[in-house]
């Protein structure tokens, strides 16, 4: 909406509109995901990931081949290769195939580049409380954690900082995805599930239900979804 309304707002853009056209074209199209098909080699008819050399390649509507070089993945890598090895190897795609989607991210200097595949549910995830919890509160500015014990014990205690005022949504999603990471290490090493507080963001007529305009900030951002989400 800043964008759009720049046009008329900054004498830049007023006085040269295809500069602003250029901006806002950019802008719209930064991001492209293509779903996948399961009767496809790679599980995709747009874009083929070799995993021998972790490069992944893509065919534009001219048929141009662009190639991405050294695409690599800090989590999951194993998970797309074993997904897009078996893949290769089934032999009858249509029936027992797996469709592999992928979206790319342009950030001027850099690319984000997703993979999304179906991952079944590990059936050693630790959903049990009988030896302690790690229980989060998720704020504004940093993740609070307690470490107690099944009795409500207090073990130890720490927070991750960060900070997203400001930032765009991409680099919201970045920031908060990277301290999640730790404090998912944090309840492996201590071998507890989290917990987390469950927002009630719903809207009084008479007012913020929490009373406080930090507080509705946080609500009102989808950061404190993006939190909850990521964990």
Same mark, same amino acid.
């Given at each position: 909406?800043? =964008? %759009?309304?720049?046009?008329?707002?900054?004498?830049?853009?007023?006085?040269?509109?295809?500069?602003?056209?250029?901006?806002?074209?950019?802008?719209?199209?930064?991001? =492209?995901?293509?779903?996948?098909?399961?009767?496809?080699?790679?599980?995709?008819? /747009?874009?083929?990931?070799?995993?021998?050399?972790?490069? =992944?390649?893509?065919?534009?509507?001219?048929?141009? =081949? /662009?190639?991405?070089?050294?695409?690599?993945?800090?989590?999951?890598?194993?998970?797309?290769?074993?997904?897009?090895?078996?893949?290769?190897?089934?032999?009858?795609?249509?029936?027992?195939?797996?469709?592999?989607?992928?979206? /790319?991210?342009?950030?001027?200097?850099?690319?984000?580049?997703?993979?999304?595949?179906?991952?079944?549910?590990?059936?050693?995830?630790?959903?049990?409380?009988?030896?302690?919890?790690?229980?989060?509160?998720?704020?504004?500015?940093?993740?609070?954690?307690?470490?107690?014990?099944?009795?409500?014990?207090?073990?130890?205690?720490?927070?991750?900082? %960060?900070?997203? @005022?400001?930032?765009?949504?991409?680099?919201?999603?970045?920031?908060?995805?990277?301290?999640?990471?730790?404090?998912?290490?944090?309840?492996?090493?201590?071998?507890?599930?989290?917990?987390?507080?469950?927002?009630?963001?719903?809207?009084?007529?008479?007012?913020?239900?929490?009373?406080?305009?930090?507080?509705?900030?946080?609500?009102? @951002?989808?950061?404190?979804?993006? @939190?909850?989400?990521?964990?």
């Amino acid at each position: 909406k800043k =964008l %759009f309304r720049s046009q008329f707002t900054i004498d830049e853009f007023v006085q040269n509109h295809d500069k602003w056209k250029t901006l806002f074209s950019r802008a719209r199209n930064k991001q =492209l995901t293509l779903s996948g098909r399961k009767d496809a080699k790679h599980g995709n008819f /747009v874009f083929q990931y070799v995993v021998e050399n972790q490069e =992944l390649w893509m065919t534009t509507s001219t048929g141009k =081949l /662009v190639m991405f070089p050294a695409v690599t993945f800090p989590y999951g890598q194993e998970i797309i290769e074993e997904v897009i090895t078996k893949q290769l190897q089934c032999k009858n795609k249509k029936k027992h195939g797996k469709p592999i989607a992928w979206s /790319v991210e342009d950030h001027g200097e850099y690319y984000i580049v997703k993979c999304l595949v179906d991952v079944p549910e590990n059936p050693h995830t630790n959903y049990s409380k009988s030896d302690g919890v790690i229980g989060v509160d998720c704020n504004l500015n940093h993740f609070a954690w307690a470490h107690v014990t099944k009795d409500g014990n207090y073990k130890g205690s720490g927070s991750l900082c %960060f900070s997203i @005022m400001g930032q765009s949504t991409g680099q919201i999603t970045k920031i908060i995805e990277a301290e999640v990471i730790r404090l998912v290490d944090l309840a492996v090493r201590y071998h507890k599930p989290i917990i987390i507080e469950k927002l009630d963001t719903t809207q009084s007529k008479t007012g913020d239900r929490y009373g406080s305009k930090r507080v509705n900030r946080m609500k009102s @951002m989808f950061a404190y979804r993006k @939190m909850t989400s990521a964990i």
